[in-house]
């Protein structure tokens, strides 16, 4: 059994798109409105402090109120971000695992000479 771990999201990806390029382009599509989403919400919360600064300026409360109202949109931007970005993760393993038997085919792990070694000392333990 191949088992992988987080930071072999790349690889898993790579795997999907050489089965299916239409899933792995939903798949991207998720992290693609994740990244835009948090870009948003950065521009957002750059604006709510422009408009603090205003206010700090001009006395004018129509700035603190426009502050207000962009670090509430600036959350709610990056909350959907996260959103997203965990279903792209989430797509990713779950189509591995719908391709798990069929990966364990494809893939063979690699075994190291110590490992090859503690196997034959097994298995003529066993004999």
């Known amino acids: 059994m191949i088992d992988f771990k987080?930071?072999?999201w790349p690889i898993l990806l790579a795997y999907i798109r050489t089965k299916?390029?239409?899933?792995?382009s939903e798949i991207d599509r998720h992290n693609a409105i994740s990244i835009m989403s948090r870009n948003i919400g950065t521009g957002l919360m750059l604006i709510a402090g422009n408009s603090?600064?205003?206010?700090?300026?001009?006395?004018?409360f129509i700035q603190m109120f426009i502050c207000i109202?962009?670090?509430?949109?600036?959350?709610?931007?990056?909350?959907?971000?996260?959103?997203?970005?965990?279903?792209?993760?989430?797509r990713i393993y779950e189509t591995v695992l719908a391709y798990?038997?069929?990966?364990?085919?494809?893939?063979?792990?690699?075994?190291?000479?110590?490992?090859?070694?503690?196997?034959k000392?097994?298995?003529e333990n066993l004999l």
Do not use: H
């Open 6 to 8: 987080d930071e072999d």
């Open 69 to 90: 109202i962009m670090l509430i949109l600036s959350v709610l931007s990056i909350r959907e971000a996260v959103k997203f970005r965990g279903w792209f993760y989430d």
């Open 100 to 119: 798990r038997i069929d990966l364990e085919k494809s893939i063979k792990p690699v075994i190291t000479s110590a490992k090859k070694r503690n196997a």
């Open 52 to 60: 603090l600064i205003q206010f700090f300026v001009s006395q004018d």
């Open 20 to 24: 299916n390029l239409e899933l792995a």
């Open 121 to 123: 000392t097994k298995a």
